[in-house]
């Protein structure tokens, strides 16, 4: 799997919504890998999450750090080398801790 490009990840998310009821949904969304540790890749999720409307106190953020395994990944998109360099230079708004396995 390349560093830089953009794959495809699907989220399970359960969220509260403005009136505290819980949302369930499942949503697509493009994730650029920036680093492996052993089988594990961390990735910058590049997509902006759709649950943000209904759910405006998400945990998951644009440029939020998420880890996943290659079985994770259901389409991949080949980023040009600018592009690629872009998103690496990008300074996450969360990080994920570097012991996840």
Same mark, same amino acid.
């Given at each position: 799997?390349?560093? #830089?490009?953009? +794959? ?13 009821? %819980? +949302? ?13 540790? #052993?089988?594990?890749?961390? #990735? ?12 405006? %106190?998400?945990?998951? +953020? ?26 690496? #230079? +990008? ?11």
């Amino acid at each position: 799997m390349p560093i #830089g490009h953009s +794959v495809k990840l699907q989220f399970h998310l359960s969220l509260l919504d403005k009136s505290n009821k %819980e +949302v369930a949904a499942i949503e697509n969304m493009w994730v650029a890998p920036v680093e492996r540790i #052993g089988a594990v890749y961390i #990735g910058l999720l590049t997509s902006t999450p759709a649950l943000l409307e209904a759910c405006p %106190e998400s945990l998951l +953020v644009q440029f939020m750090e998420v880890p996943f395994r290659l079985e994770h990944i259901f389409d991949y998109f080949p980023q040009t080398d600018d592009d690629a360099a872009w998103i690496m #230079g +990008v300074e996450p708004k969360r990080t994920w801790p570097r012991n996840y396995h």
